[in-house]
Nanobody, 127 residues
């Protein structure tokens, strides 16, 4: 079992930044790939960014490339999503998640590949 809890969401103006955090705990959590997904009202949940269990590889959705950065500090049991140059269309509930990949170098942005989810944190981008 892996437990996850997000924090750091809020209201920000277009062009602003937020750093989302996700506290992870539980047995063998270091061996999981972790990712951020988001879900806007009336839309399906979509992958934003992931990092492999080895921490060697990251992958980003095209719509956040160059603006968002995913990272993880295993010693602190925390993962992060630095969001910059935020746009109104980034408004959504952001979820952190963990999933097991047999290949420690892999991660993906498919919902069904992840087993454990946090409760989400709201990010609203508006002037």
């Amino acid at each position: 079992q892996v437990q996850l809890m997000e924090s750091g969401g809020g209201l920000v103006q277009p062009g602003g930044s937020l750093r989302l955090s996700c506290a992870t705990s539980g047995s063998s959590s270091d061996f999981y790939a972790v990712a951020w997904f988001r879900q806007a009202p009336g839309k399906e949940r979509e992958g934003v960014a992931c990092i492999s269990s080895s921490d060697d590889n990251t992958y980003y959705a095209d719509f956040v490339k160059g603006r968002f950065t995913i990272s993880r500090d295993k010693a602190k049991g925390t993962m992060y999503l630095q969001t910059n140059s935020l746009k109104p269309e980034d408004t959504a509930v952001y979820y952190c998640t963990a999933g097991y990949y047999t290949d420690s170098l892999r991660c993906g942005l498919v919902v069904d590949e992840y087993d454990y989810w946090g409760q989400g944190t709201q990010v609203t981008v508006s002037s």
